[in-house]
């Protein structure tokens, strides 16, 4: 290990322009920017100032901020030292717009790109400039999310909390045990990985703010240089936003998350509080009260070179806010951290084995050459078998170093082959995750379908149903000719009898056919129910076909004839009365 002086915690200020609904309330601004990295507050005629490593005013751009703070940074990271970049700040303040971990950083126009896709950028160009001197680098990333102190990794966010532990190396200092880190290749590749840990990201929208992080987030790049196997880590930290429930509005579900967050934070604060104690009044630094502040352990206080970038809001509706930021920040900035270059131990011993090797190569030289050590005694020239020994030893170890070789390769042929294992089940199990939502989709949309159809293949059964009911009438109504006086069967089928059931007719042919001539002429009318004689009518409706009773108003077609008795008298014409005695001498009986 190297070590490093102690450096204090940086802290960039950052404040947004004032948003529209803002400009729509005629909100004042309450912040001013004097210069030389100061930042003064004013309300009701009293004045804060605070001063800072760098202030950006609401004019600067992203990549003011990222030259200025953050690239310094990135390229110590070649050197072997870690790096933490924390945003913090309010709800609504602009912290994940200037980390640049929201979802959609490939639309972003470039003026607008936050810090992680500039530093993925540069991480790669300096790379690929390093590879000119022989050295290659090993790229990893890890995304993991707090929420309401549960562990979740973005990159599997089925896997349960509980598989997650937080654990303490000497070595690889403070770490989270089960992360996913996947091997990247390309810059594209690292900012698809982004963009898809990013859809996991827990959001929710409040009266401050339409899409508010419910929860903390941590992107890890890890550096390792093949050849000496430094390995170096880069930390952005995107902080969820401090607020208050009387401002956001929040209830049920976002409310428990608004105080979860406000929590942790809090936490963090007492850890900022002891670790800035210029008095060093405060022995006890409470890194376990949370799980927040024991992941940034050696970001607070620890192994890292650590920068806060303090987002604040220029509105005068959000002072009490801002200046809490502004406190906040002014403590941090009294941090100071203890920075190292970490060399794996099996790399450290490594390094100091060629050392010694190249010290021997120099003595054997000089011995075999017939000299001396500098600043040594005389000595007795080698015999063969020494010489001999030695050469035996040489060989040994040059085959020791090419099996080394060897080994080196296959193990990093088979963290390539894990790499991309892991980062295809990553993809199997996005597009499964998809291939989930259509399907309960198009689950939803059939059942409607089904409804539907259903609904109106019952339409259409009634509607057969009244067709074959309407035919049915219409061929009836068909089969009657209201010129002709012939009832077709149909329609006298469909007519009323009331007959007693012992009646009983019999009619011979020719009875037939005058009862058919009978008809025919219309001439007779009665009603045997009630045994009346009926009388010939002078009206139209003398010619009617039918005749209806006048007591139960039953239809009785000609040749239709009622139980009524012998004593019934019928008044008839002569020409009736002619075809009556004719009728009688015919077989009628009854």
């Known amino acids: 290990m190297e070590s490093a002086p102690q450096v204090r915690v940086k802290v960039a200020l950052r404040v947004r322009p004032l948003l529209p609904k803002e400009i729509a309330q005629s909100t004042q601004t309450c912040l001013n920017f004097p210069g030389n990295n100061q930042i003064t507050c004013e309300r009701d005629g009293k004045v804060r100032s605070f001063t800072y490593d760098s202030v950006y005013s609401p004019q600067k751009t992203q990549q003011d901020l990222y030259r200025d703070t953050v690239e310094p940074l990135i390229d110590s990271c070649f050197e072997g030292f870690n790096t933490t970049i924390l945003a913090y700040g309010q709800t609504g303040s602009g912290k994940t717009y200037t980390m640049g971990s929201a979802v959609g950083q490939s639309n972003?126009?470039?003026?607008?790109?936050?810090?992680?896709?500039?530093?993925?950028?540069?991480?790669?160009?300096?790379?690929?400039?390093?590879?000119?001197?022989?050295?290659?680098?090993?790229?990893?990333?890890?995304f993991l999310e707090l929420y309401k102190e549960d562990i979740k990794d973005m990159f599997c966010p089925d896997v349960p909390p509980?598989?997650?532990?937080?654990?303490?190396?000497?070595?690889?200092?403070?770490?989270?045990?089960?992360?996913?880190?996947?091997?990247?290749?390309?810059?594209?590749q690292l900012i698809n990985v982004l963009m898809v840990g990013s859809l996991y990201r827990t959001t929710a929208v409040t009266e401050m703010n339409a899409e508010s992080s419910r929860s903390h987030a941590i992107f890890t790049i890890i550096l390792q240089e093949v050849r000496t196997n430094i390995t170096s880590k880069v930390h952005f930290v995107d902080l969820a936003g401090s607020e208050r429930l009387a401002r956001t509005k929040a209830e049920g579900a976002v409310m428990k998350e608004g105080i979860s967050i406000n929590s942790g934070l809090l936490a963090l604060g007492n850890v900022i509080n002891a670790l800035g104690d210029v008095k060093k009044k405060t022995k006890h630094v409470p890194y376990r009260d949370s799980k927040l502040t024991r992941i940034l352990q050696d970001s607070l206080g620890g192994n890292s070179r650590t920068l806060m970038i303090a987002c604040a809001s220029p509105a005068s509706i959000n002072f009490d806010e801002t200046i809490n930021t502004l406190k906040y920040a002014d403590r941090a900035r009294q941090i100071k951290n203890k920075p190292v270059i970490t060399l794996d131990p099996v790399a450290l011993e490594l390094a100091n084995l060629r050392?010694?090797?190249?010290?021997?190569?120099?003595?054997?030289?000089?011995?075999?050459?017939?000299?001396?050590?500098?600043?040594a005694q005389?000595?007795?020239?080698?015999?063969?078998?020494?010489?001999?020994?030695?050469?035996?030893?040489?060989?040994?170890?040059?085959?020791?170093?090419?099996?080394?070789?060897?080994?080196?390769?296959?193990?990093?042929?088979?963290?390539?082959?894990?790499?991309?294992?892991?980062?295809?089940?990553?993809?199997?199990?996005?597009?499964?995750?998809?291939?989930?939502?259509?399907?309960?989709?198009?689950?939803?949309?059939?059942?409607r379908f089904q409804e539907m159809i259903s609904r109106q293949l019952n339409t259409i059964d009634d509607l057969g149903i009244k067709l074959s009911k309407a035919e049915s009438e219409l061929k009836i109504l068909k089969g009657y000719d209201p010129t002709q006086n012939v009832i077709p069967s149909e329609v006298s089928n469909a007519l009323t009898y009331e007959l007693d059931p012992d009646f009983n007719l019999t009619i011979s042919a020719s009875t037939q056919k005058l009862l058919d001539e009978l008809t025919k002429s219309a001439l007779f009318q009665f009603d045997f129910r009630n045994g009346t004689n009926g009388k010939e009518e002078e009206d139209e409706d003398d010619d009617d076909l039918f005749s209806t009773s006048e007591e139960d108003g039953v239809l009785s077609p000609p040749g239709t004839l009622s139980n009524g008795t012998e004593d019934d008298d019928i008044g008839v014409s002569s020409s009736t009365e002619q075809l009556l005695k004719e009728l009688q001498l015919n077989d009628f009986a009854n």
Do not use: C, W
């Not at 090797?357 to 050590?373: D, I, P």
């Open 108 to 142: 972003v126009p470039p003026d607008q790109v936050g810090i992680i896709p500039r530093v993925i950028d540069r991480i790669f160009d300096t790379i690929d400039q390093l590879k000119a001197n022989g050295k290659e680098y090993v790229v990893r990333v890890s």
């Open 162 to 188: 509980s598989a997650f532990m937080i654990r303490e190396d000497k070595q690889k200092g403070v770490y989270v045990t089960g992360i996913t880190e996947s091997e990247v290749k390309t810059r594209q």
């Open 355 to 375: 050392k010694q090797v190249e010290l021997l190569k120099t003595e054997l030289k000089k011995y075999k050459e017939g000299g001396y050590l500098p600043n």
């Open 378 to 447: 005389p000595q007795p020239t080698l015999s063969q078998d020494h010489r001999d020994a030695m050469t035996r030893m040489e060989e040994e170890l040059e085959k020791l170093r090419k099996d080394n070789i060897a080994l080196r390769v296959e193990n990093e042929r088979l963290e390539s082959d894990s790499s991309q294992l892991r980062t295809r089940v990553l993809a199997m199990e996005t597009q499964s995750h998809l291939m989930e939502l259509a399907r309960d989709d198009i689950e939803s949309l059939d059942d």
